[in-house]
């Protein structure tokens, strides 16, 4: 008497073991395609942390900002999904000034600069983490919490009206003439 083969032994048809309704496709994509992004990190040559934070909330860009000296800002996005569209929002804000994204993924960094609004050439982020100062490298590898780090401000929270107030008024103690609420 003939035996029937089992799912996976040699002699089944592939469609019956996975089903009629199996996509190979998305098998595939999942398993050898681009993984999602681990922790997306901004770079900024701006120096004030609280101030940039600010910014952050005018654009709707959710991110720890964290002061690092002789670079500028790092930002690490809430979410790493978003590290994209949130470099867009914020270089269209900042239109003066180029911005690098950083996207971590299990197995590699991949980098982008942008411009107002519009991706540039990609850098290497070997190479920019390798003459950028260790904290930045803390950051992109996630070994240092950005909300803990030293001077750390939190963007994308609050009322982006408020937001802009606060971005503009003169707190240099000198005040501005008149009373602030």
């Known amino acids: 008497m003939s035996e029937q083969p089992r799912p996976g032994e040699p002699g089944e048809e592939p469609s019956e073991a996975l089903g009629e309704d199996f996509d190979f496709d ?18 900024a040559p701006v ?17 720890h900002v964290v002061p690092v000296r002789g670079l500028g800002c790092v930002l690490v ?3 790493p999904a978003t590290g994209e569209d949130d470099v867009r ?10 911005l690098l994204l950083l996207t971590v993924r299990e ?16 850098p290497r982020p070997g190479l920019l983490l390798s003459v950028w100062p260790d904290q930045v490298q803390q950051l992109v590898l ?4 950005p909300a ?18 606060r971005l503009f008024r003169r707190d240099d ?9």
């Open 47 to 63: 120096a004030d942390a609280g101030k940039l934070a600010e910014v952050c909330t005018l654009a709707g860009v959710r991110a």
């Open 148 to 165: 803990e780090a030293a001077g750390a401000a939190q963007g994308g929270e609050g009322s982006r009206a408020g937001a802009f107030w």
């Open 107 to 122: 197995e590699s960094i991949d980098g982008q600069s942008w411009t107002a609004g519009e991706r540039g050439p990609d």
């Open 26 to 43: 998305a098998a595939f994509q999942r398993e050898f395609g681009p993984k999602p992004p681990v922790r997306s990190v901004l770079v």
């Open 173 to 181: 103690g000198r005040g501005s003439g008149r009373d602030e609420a």
């Open 89 to 98: 929002s914020l270089s269209a804000v900042l239109r003066q000034v180029e």
């Open 142 to 145: 996630g070994r240092l919490d």
């Open 77 to 79: 996005t809430h979410d």
